[in-house]
């Protein structure tokens, strides 16, 4: 049974394994697929590619860009076609309707500046809790990898920071904590700071971070800058950093790396580490928002 999808054209503009595995899923319920940068699967036959977005994107009811978000210009990268060429969101926007749905992983200011005039439903993917939920799991677990690929100890009895409680926070905390780690949590939020408590965590103010330099893996999440020159200085040259929060992050990378420290800044764990996992929770998500959303769009008509 196709349902309220049935013949819906959606633009799907760049892509990872994430996005493929959507497009599949909602060819199978009958979508009209205009592609652009995905692979000529056997299971995207039926889908119709393009070469020029602004092809793709004439007529569609909803857009669909990466989780993996555009750059600071708006340019999507993110293609599995084998060929290079970026896609320009922040172009392509002014051609689309006032109120047509653009979905993307989370929207940097040039695009929602662009979104917010043009009168589109911007829905961030990243920001439903639905899907920020599940993709906590595989982003801490991720983040932890990286941490043990870029220390010679064990996870185990390490002295290790969270900065920001939030989603991605909260269940890295947990990760470490059975891992046997002794976890420290920093944030400016006195229910954070609570929280952290319930969990067998100390808790720090973020305003007193620099009373703590003695941690060896710094795992930061609040997507502002908490990792300043003046902090890096006093960590020890064998800390490392984990740096998961949304670009910019929140470390100073070019005094790192003047200082000898390593940062890493992980984005997009999901997609790297477990795309299967990833891609699924895409799919259990996304058709059900896209009915939800033309629903709606035809009860509004009903009732006018």
Known sequence: ?????????????????????????LGE?????????FPKTE????????????????????????MSNTDAEGWITAREDG?????????????????????????KPLIRALATRQGLILVEMAEIDEIAVLNSIPTAEGA?????????????????????????????????????????????????????ITLNCEPLKLSALESRTDFQILFN????????????ELLDSTSVIVDIASGPGGTDFASAEELGLRAIHALSLPGK??????????????????????GEEQQDVSEG
Request: proline residues 6%.
């Open 144 to 196: 932890i990898a990286v941490a043990m690929e870029n220390t010679a100890f064990t996870i185990h009895n390490s002295r290790c920071l969270v900065l920001g409680l939030g989603r991605c926070g909260t269940t890295l905390a947990r990760f470490l904590l059975g891992l046997g780690a002794k976890v420290t949590i920093a944030s400016r939020s006195p229910a954070d700071l609570a929280r952290a």
């Open 1 to 25: 049974m196709l349902g309220k999808l049935d013949g819906v054209p959606l633009a799907m503009l760049g892509c990872d394994e994430r996005e493929v595995r959507l497009a599949e899923a």
């Open 273 to 294: 580490v477990a795309p299967q996992t990833a891609a699924d929770i895409l799919v259990q998500t996304i058709p059900h928002l896209l009915k939800n959303l033309l």
């Open 221 to 232: 999440t609040i997507p502002a800058m908490v990792l300043p020159r003046s902090y890096l």
């Open 83 to 107: 060929q290079r060429e970026r896609i320009s969101l922040s172009e392509l926007i002014p051609l689309l309707p006032g109120e047509t749905p653009l979905f993307l992983g989370v929207a």
């Open 43 to 66: 299971r995207l036959m039926g889908a119709r590619h393009f070469t020029d977005p602004r092809d793709a994107v004439r007529g569609a009811w909803a857009v669909i860009a990466p």
């Open 29 to 37: 319920l009958g979508a009209d697929l205009r592609l652009v940068g």
